[in-house]
């Protein structure tokens, strides 16, 4: 499987961006997809996955409502839908994907991983 993200771009804090990501490749029920993010400077931190077969997603403890992940298996997609965007959420944004759990947070766990696209809020 390969992953090619998108969506990234210059807005606004409080604005609204939603990011795209294509797999190539089958995807099998048991994978999850994920977002994650690295702040300038900051280590990559977990945003959000959802399991391909299935609804059950999991979200970084910041999100706080903000931020939706969501997929479309017909388009091979992963979606996140970000709004109410802060100054802080500015960073590069990756899918990645991995075999089993959406509750695993730690990149290490995961063996795939899309280019990112970058995410600037400005305030």
Aim: glycine share 10%; charged share 20%.
């Amino acid at each position: 499987v390969q992953l090619q993200a998108s969506g990234g771009g210059l807005v606004q804090a409080g604005d609204s961006l939603r990011l795209s990501c294509v797999a190539s490749g089958r995807i099998f029920t048991s994978y999850s997809m994920s977002w994650f993010r690295r702040a300038p400077g900051q280590e990559r931190e977990f945003v959000a996955s959802i399991r391909w077969g299935n609804d059950n997603s999991h979200y970084g403890t910041f999100v706080n409502g903000r931020f939706t992940i969501s997929k479309d298996r017909t388009e091979n997609a992963v979606y996140l839908q970000m709004n109410s965007l802060k100054p802080e959420d500015t960073a590069v944004y990756y899918c990645a994907g991995r075999s089993g759990s959406p509750y695993v947070t730690n990149e290490r766990d995961y063996s795939v991983w899309g280019q990112g696209t970058l995410v600037t809020v400005s305030s």
